[in-house]
């Protein structure tokens, strides 16, 4: 069963830097790619990062390009891997829930991926 659980989020202050973790199990972890949406109310749900743990390429969206750094740390034993997103220079628009995803397939794939973990908040005050 695969399992995505985020943490990390909280309170911070605008210009101010958070790290999202989301400790990933239950699929092999070179075959898939895994990424970070963001939702907020009366929003669109916008995927924000994504790796893509076959070709090593990565994906921004360009409101978060060179604040937000996606990256990966691998159990020896596969059993769970984390991925990373360091957010920088935090803004208020930041501000949502994030959440973890992944799948079988590129980050071409993004808005499809079917799993999900539950979201950890990120509120970011002026």
């Known amino acids: 069963e695969v399992q995505l659980v985020e943490s990390g989020g909280g309170l911070v202050q605008a210009g101010g830097s958070l790290r999202l973790s989301c400790a990933a199990s239950?699929?092999?972890?070179?075959?898939?790619?895994i990424g970070w949406f963001r939702q907020t109310p009366g929003k669109e749900r916008e995927g924000v990062s994504c790796?893509?743990?076959?070709?090593?390429?990565?994906?921004?969206?360009?409101s978060v390009k060179g604040r937000f750094t996606i990256s990966s740390a691998n159990a020896e034993n596969n059993a769970e891997n984390t991925v990373f997103l360091q957010m920088n220079s935090l803004e208020p628009e930041d501000t949502a829930v994030y959440y973890c995803?992944?799948?079988?397939?590129?980050?071409?794939?993004?808005?499809?991926?079917?799993?999900w973990g539950r979201g950890t908040q990120v509120t970011v005050s002026s």
């Open positions: 239950g699929f092999t972890w070179h075959e898939n790619s």
């Open positions: 995803t992944a799948d079988y397939s590129d980050c071409g794939d993004l808005q499809a991926f079917r799993f």
């Open positions: 790796l893509n743990m076959i070709d090593g390429s990565i994906y921004y969206a360009d």
